[in-house]
């Protein structure tokens, strides 16, 4: 439970902060709305083409700086709601997590569940689902090979000793 807990508040950091980047984001539309705004006037008020040139340039600026924050916004809605979706059904490996405690120690088991479930519960907000998941189960296979290791020189000296002993 303290690991759903630490993934929970991990990623309530996790959108705090993505919270705080997207309103500087819209901040800098606001600044540029206000400009373009400005300009605007400006040219309405006396058509200089240089004018002209730098109000169309603005334009373009702004409705680029637009499209991105929309773009931003929307894939950061989608990640956050994705994200609070797969942490609220709880533990999203449970067969990793059956595999990594049957081949370590039960005190390094529950740690090292803790820390890939954090690290899925970051990449999740960082990268999407995809990622996410393809990173927790690139980090289980990684940690099963020494095990895997072990387990076929156990089974190659268990012939060789059945051939030894005439078995």
């Known amino acids: 439970m303290s690991n759903l807990k630490?993934?929970?508040?991990?990623?309530a950091r996790l959108v705090v902060e993505s919270r705080v980047k997207l309103n500087l984001l819209m901040e800098e539309r606001a600044h540029?709305?206000?400009?373009?705004n400005e300009l605007q006037a400006r040219y309405n008020a006396n058509p200089l083409p240089e004018l002209a040139n730098k109000v169309a340039e603005m334009e373009a600026t702004y409705v680029d700086l637009m499209a991105k924050a929309d773009q931003i916004a929307a894939e950061q809605k989608d990640r956050e709601a994705g994200a609070i979706q797969l942490l609220s059904t709880g533990r999203p490996h449970l067969v990793?997590?059956?595999?990594?405690?049957?081949?370590?120690?039960p005190?390094?088991?529950?740690?090292?569940?803790?820390?890939?479930?954090?690290?899925?519960?970051?990449?999740?907000?960082?990268y999407g689902s995809f990622r996410a998941h393809a990173y927790y189960w690139t980090d289980t296979v990684r940690s099963l090979w020494p095990a895997g290791k072990t387990l076929i020189g156990?089974?190659?000296?268990?012939?060789?000793l059945k051939k030894w002993s005439g078995s």
Do not use: P
């Open 6 to 11: 630490a993934s929970s508040e991990e990623l």
């Open 96 to 105: 990793a997590e059956m595999l990594t405690r049957l081949v370590s120690k």
């Open 32 to 36: 540029l709305t206000e400009t373009r």
């Open 154 to 160: 156990w089974l190659i000296a268990g012939e060789f």
């Open 107 to 126: 005190k390094l088991a529950d740690r090292i569940i803790d820390d890939r479930n954090e690290a899925f519960a970051r990449n999740l907000i960082k």
